[in-house]
């Protein structure tokens, strides 16, 4: 069934509105489609939809992107730059970014089949939801970025490599991994946008090879979609970085264990079909 312009408008609203939140945009893009009868968008969909909200990151954070980028293609040259957290960071998101595209690479075909089941999408949203407020409430939060060694960079990286999993969030994981590291909670959040990057435009695009043969008709609807997730995203960033200097995770945890428990609940009154 083919997607409605109607159903790009809100749904590129919803991944605007998801994607740096901890709650998962791939599975609210998933279960409002099953709860109104749309067809389900789709990995690609969601992939190439992500591509909005990325660009909305490059965007806020271009400055530190540019600095980052220079610093370490000169650093390559220079070796009195390689200490510098610049040219540092520039290897931490390539190291953090191996996790990600190796495993989406093995188990691409079951993150677009089998993966894609409420059931499962429900009880990750409770899961992870329990796991990122338990992260907020004990994690020591006393370090800042500068501190970020190799290790904890990959730490961070097969963190982020857990939002394969359809309702697990991508910037939930990297930031509750963060979190559970130690590192405080806008430090944590940064790195986490920052670490997307490379994985969700390179995911992006390679998702896009596939929307035409799935159905040749969905091109303006997603594009549509892209452009609508632009610049919700952008607001959203701008809101959730204010917001984390004075307030925790907790509200969006509870909101996944209270979204979660609902949607179990729907499926097990048949209100929901699984998707599967």
């Not at 067809?39 to 690609?44: F, K, Q, W």
Request: hydrophobic share 50%; aromatic share 14%.
């Amino acid at each position: 069934m083919e997607m409605s312009w109607f159903e790009a408008i809100v749904l590129g609203v919803i991944q605007g509105l998801t994607e740096f939140l901890p709650i998962s945009s791939s599975a609210h893009l998933f279960i409002f489609s099953q709860f109104f009868g749309w067809s389900d968008p789709g990995a690609a969909f969601t992939a190439v939809s992500q591509i909005g909200t990325e660009l909305a990151v490059i965007l806020y954070f271009w400055r530190d992107i540019k600095r980052i980028v220079s610093t370490w293609f000169r650093s390559l040259g220079n070796p009195a730059l390689r200490k510098e957290l610049d040219a540092r960071m520039g290897w931490y998101v390539i190291v953090g970014t191996i996790p990600v595209a190796v495993l989406g690479f093995t188990f691409s075909s079951q993150i677009e089949t089998t993966a894609r089941n409420l059931y499962l999408v429900a009880t990750m949203l409770i899961v992870f939801g329990i796991i990122l407020g338990l992260a907020d409430r004990y994690g020591r939060k006393i370090k800042s970025i500068d501190r970020l060694k190799f290790p904890e960079a990959l730490a961070f990286g097969f963190g982020q490599a857990l939002a394969l999993i359809p309702g697990v969030s991508r910037s939930g994981a990297t930031i509750t991994t963060g979190l559970a590291l130690g590192y405080d909670r806008v430090a944590a959040t940064r790195y986490a946008f920052l670490l997307a990057i490379p994985a969700v435009m390179g995911s992006g695009l390679y998702e896009a090879t596939k929307i035409s043969e799935q159905q040749n008709t969905e091109w303006g609807q997603t594009i549509v979609a892209t452009i609508i997730a632009f610049f919700v995203g952008l607001g959203v960033i701008t809101w959730l970085l204010r917001w984390l200097t004075t307030r925790t995770y907790t509200p969006f945890v509870i909101y996944r264990i209270v979204l979660g428990v609902v949607v179990l609940v729907l499926l097990s009154t048949g209100t929901l079909s699984s998707g599967s």
